[in-house]
């Protein structure tokens, strides 16, 4: 259903913005990543054809290229970038009224159910 898809792209966008609230504007998060991922060390693995880092001056998340930022978080095994903000944007869309929506998609739909599963 096309009402669906346009329900998922909205909890996308929510789930981005979520996301990118706690990444880049909790301004403990660096240190957490820093502390809870191996970040560090797999800059210095010589694995990849770019460095793991923009630029050797800046130090932010934003610095970070993709790859070693999805790996230091696969490495953890708490895969935080696949999650991270997808509760956020399913409690914005209940308090919105969709949750009768939310029941249909997930009893009926594959794609939603196996991409939020409850247990």
């Not at 990118?20 to 970040?39: G, K, M, S």
């Not at 880092?53 to 800046?58: E, M, Q, V």
């Not at 308090?95 to 939020?116: A, I």
Request: aromatic share 12%; hydrophobic share 40%; glycine share 6%.
């Amino acid at each position: 259903q096309q009402a669906w898809r346009d329900r998922m792209d909205s909890l996308s966008v929510a789930s981005c913005e979520a996301y990118r609230e706690v990444v880049y504007n909790t301004p403990c998060f660096l240190a957490y990543f820093r502390n809870a991922t191996p970040e560090a060390e797999l800059g210095n693995l010589n694995i990849g054809s770019r460095p793991a880092r923009r630029r050797a001056d800046n130090a932010g998340i934003g610095s970070l290229r993709a790859i070693p930022w999805q790996f230091a978080w696969t490495q953890t095994r708490l895969i935080l970038p696949s999650w991270l903000g997808v509760g956020d944007s399913i409690m914005a869309a209940i308090q919105q009224g969709h949750r009768k929506e939310l029941c249909e998609m997930y009893k009926e739909w594959p794609f939603f159910r196996c991409n939020h599963r409850s247990d």
